[in-house]
């Protein structure tokens, strides 16, 4: 008797981000470890730097990390995906939009639809664009390819505490750089972003049933 056993494959999530001074890739092995303590697989990528050498020596930015170029054609592996974003004017930075504008052949064969998108961020002040980066760069992204935009909420009551200047909304977990990016990300922050991580990981394993 020949009995057939089907496969069962891990949910994928993959953090997708780009970090001038490392404050977002600090706050994506949070991030990592929440989803990693939901049961799925979760890899960090980043996306591709567009300034040349020469503008991030004036900057003083450090060296990249060792994490692998994403390549569009890479998300159609994944079944969801949280965008870690340092934040440009409220928005997105240039990096990002350049990757995002490269997904246009998923776009087509409707490859990301029904998939699940997050966020979270890092901005230099408290005005910076803790939510509005949510609003103007990740859901328009996420509503155009058909994929379920899936925030943080109100999970973790830590989004409420006074006890420091913090980063986050109920769009998703955020840390504040400051000025000069002297600032980085606090316990409490890194905290916000495990549960978000967990919660994501959660909702993305019943969305890919």
Do not use: N
Not at 62 to 85: H, R
Not at 105 to 124: I, M, N, P, Y
Not at 176 to 182: I, N
Request: aromatic letters at 8%; one cysteine or more; hydrophobic letters at 35%.
């Amino acid at each position: 008797e020949i009995v057939e056993r089907s496969v069962i494959m891990p949910t994928k999530v993959a953090i997708i981000y780009y970090s001038l001074y490392g404050h977002v890739r600090t706050m994506a092995d949070a991030i990592a470890e929440g989803a990693k303590a939901a049961g799925v697989q979760c890899d960090i990528y980043q996306v591709a730097e567009t300034l040349p050498d020469e503008v991030l020596k004036k900057m003083h930015a450090p060296p990249k990390t060792k994490d692998p170029i994403i390549e569009s054609s890479k998300l159609a592996e994944y079944d969801g995906f949280i965008f870690g974003v340092s934040g440009r004017y409220g928005s997105i930075p240039a990096q990002l939009k350049a990757f995002m504008d490269s997904t246009g052949d998923l776009w087509q064969k409707g490859a990301l639809v029904g998939k699940s998108c997050g966020v979270f961020q890092s901005t230099g002040s408290q005005g910076g664009g803790q939510e509005s980066i949510a609003l103007t760069g990740i859901v328009p992204f996420a509503t155009h390819h058909g994929m379920v935009f899936v925030p943080l909420g109100c999970r973790d009551a830590s989004i409420f505490s006074f006890d420091e200047p913090h980063g986050s909304s109920p769009y998703g977990a955020g840390t504040y750089a400051g000025p000069t990016g002297e600032r980085q990300p606090s316990d409490l922050e890194k905290g916000i972003a495990k549960t978000q991580g967990k919660s994501f990981a959660q909702i993305t394993k019943k969305l890919a049933k």
